[in-house]
């Protein structure tokens, strides 16, 4: 008999696995935060599970934006994804020490391995003639405007934090380019964490080279196109809210437990989900599933485990 097939999943770690959206914490404090967010790793791994990680990095891409611009005057700048390379890279490290830490105390042999990926996106998406990622500290409206005409940002208000903040652009991703070294490594029974603040986004020139982009992708998006490219049955999005829900925050909030594609679909079409927040996770489950992914599962760290049973938070399937 042939050697038997673990099924593999993609989990996407959200920007509050790791630090508070306002970008204050330490890296001490980053290191403790990252350590409480590997219950559902260690889980998964317990049931056999072959694992790609990806992970936030919005705090973090922050910070170094903000260091950068108070010493521009001292050292030379660096793009924004050669910035994104560099938190992908240092954020990675940090998952990959705390989690080879973690399963050498539960007993677990298996191996960990960050890649710094590239992600493939078009060149002529709209998002980088209209940005709108929000990205960094909040501010005070004067403030914004100071600093954007300071360092020639362009800033928007950004409802969800009650301020303006940096926006840049967001191209949709179409291929993690280092998807083909992940499945290997998955096959060698590798835990893989990649694709990190959705990845450095990247277009071909016309003789098929490579060209960075001043931009950031989204890493819910990354996330689902990462798990079609590598085969993953399924995709676990961990967000700071136990379910996705129907009018959200008001007194008629419904909250969804199990819906199929179908109805994900008329309800993201019904505007349910605004782009800020919930929309782009469902629309990157609806891509999955679209893709051939089997399920997808939406909820917070400290209720994942009972969600992996269909218990709590919410989860999506063709049927």
Known sequence: MGEKKHRIAVVALGGNAISPPEGSATIFDQFEHTRESLGVIVELLKRGYQLAITHGNGPQIGNALMRQELSRHRVPELPLGVLVASTEGWIGYMIEQSLINRIQKEGIERSVVSIVTQVLVDQKDPSLQDPSKFIGQTYPEFEAHRLARQFDWTVKKDKGRDGWRRVVGSPFPLEVLNSQAVKSLLDENWIVICAG???IPVYKEEDGSLEGVDAVVDKDYASSVLGNNIGASELFILTEVSNVALNFGQP????????????AKSYFDEGHFPP???GPKMKSAINFIEGGGERVVITNLTEVVNALDGKTGTSITLN
């Open 197 to 199: 603040g959705g990845g």
């Open 252 to 263: 008629e909030q419904i909250d969804l437990k199990q819906i199929t594609l179908e109805e």
């Open 276 to 278: 800020g927040s919930m």
